[in-house]
């Protein structure tokens, strides 16, 4: 991913409120790894259930609001992430929904996935076994995160102007 401002990020989310976005916290841009991201995911310290996603496409940096569902699955069962297929213990996945109204309004729709709970899929793929996280199979692994991102943002970015 290249690396991006306060200001860019500020004005690419698809399905956020002006409010929304004056009290968006920003992440450490500063001591981000660029290199290492297919995506900028990051939580709300403040509101728990409120998280970002960011990414390019081509040069336009688009972003999206999502909200976590209130309650997590059951413990002890695996769980798997939508965007970067890894399985996990079910604590650590968590039902995203972001929400598909147009900004003068909220008509209730959303569309929702399961995304690592911290968001942080780009470390996700690049930890675990060295047969896994072979500079070849990290490349493959990012392309497929990216394209799922990409498709998530896409539909929210699609039903939003619609709505």
Do not use: K
Not at 61 to 84: D, H
Not at 116 to 134: F, K, M, N, Q, Y
Not at 148 to 163: H, K, L, P
């Amino acid at each position: 991913m290249r690396e991006v401002t306060e200001t860019e990020l500020r004005s690419c989310f698809v399905n956020a409120t002006q409010r929304e976005l004056d009290q968006m916290p920003m992440p450490g841009l500063h001591e981000t790894i660029w290199a290492e991201r297919e995506y900028l995911g990051w939580r709300d310290q403040r509101s728990s259930r409120i998280g970002y996603l960011v990414h390019w496409r081509d040069d336009e940096l688009i972003g999206v609001v999502v909200r976590s569902a209130p309650g997590g699955m059951r413990p002890g069962i695996a769980a798997m992430c939508s965007l970067c297929h890894s399985t996990q213990p079910a604590t650590q996945v968590r039902m995203f929904s972001a929400r598909l109204a147009s900004l003068d309004g909220d008509t209730g729709s959303s569309i929702g996935t399961y995304i690592c709970e911290d968001l942080a899929c780009s470390h996700i793929i690049r930890t675990g076994p060295p047969h896994l996280v072979s500079p070849e199979r990290v490349a493959s692994r990012g392309a497929a995160l990216l394209g799922r991102v990409t498709r998530f943002t896409q539909r929210v970015e699609r039903a939003s102007r619609e709505a």
